[in-house]
């Protein structure tokens, strides 16, 4: 089975081929756009999570019609900067061309300047696939914890090593990626979009 990945994040990539591969199995192949000989990703300039996934992964069917293609839009939202920052603006958080670090950097320096108390924090993401004759399918998924006050552990990427999960006492970067494939906002979706899709 095929799957092109509406990405050019490797982390993300590479969980995705996890993801996808425990969901299916290991017959599985995965692509990215990055394999593409010719693609421009789209400007993600939507308002929300769905119409973000939405631009992206359209844009990678326009071109591989006969594949399934998933994309998706994620990001973290902190309850003490008002419940919808960084949001969609997660991965450009610190700027259009900012490092996971700046944007992690960004959050925690604006959480003490506004003496944020609530660190009540969410992890959101919304998949979209597309089946190779053109249903779409739409998954929201939550992952909720809190924000830690400075970063610890060395795997993930994105805000994992400043979020540690509901119940736990460790971020996502020290937890690894055991417990993001069981647990993750991501990975939660890939399971319910396996469901709905009815291919396991």
Known sequence: ??????????????????????????????????????????????????????????????????????????????KGLGGNIPGIHSARYAGPKASDGENRAKLIKMMQLKGVSDRTACFKCCLIAYSPDGKEYIINTELHGVIASKESGQMGFGYDSIFIPINETKSLAELGPAFKNKFSHRALAVKEFAKQALLI
Do not use: C
Not at 26 to 50: A, D, K, M, R
């Open 1 to 78: 089975m095929e799957f092109w990945i509406a990405t050019t994040n490797k982390g993300k990539l590479s969980e995705f081929k996890t993801l996808l591969t425990v969901a299916f199995g290991t017959n599985v192949q995965v692509h990215s756009t990055n394999e593409l000989p010719v693609f421009f990703p789209p400007p993600e300039n939507g308002t929300s999570y769905l119409e973000n996934a939405r631009i992206k992964t359209k844009a990678v069917k326009a071109v591989k019609p006969e594949a399934w293609v998933i994309g998706d839009d994620s990001g973290i939202e902190v």
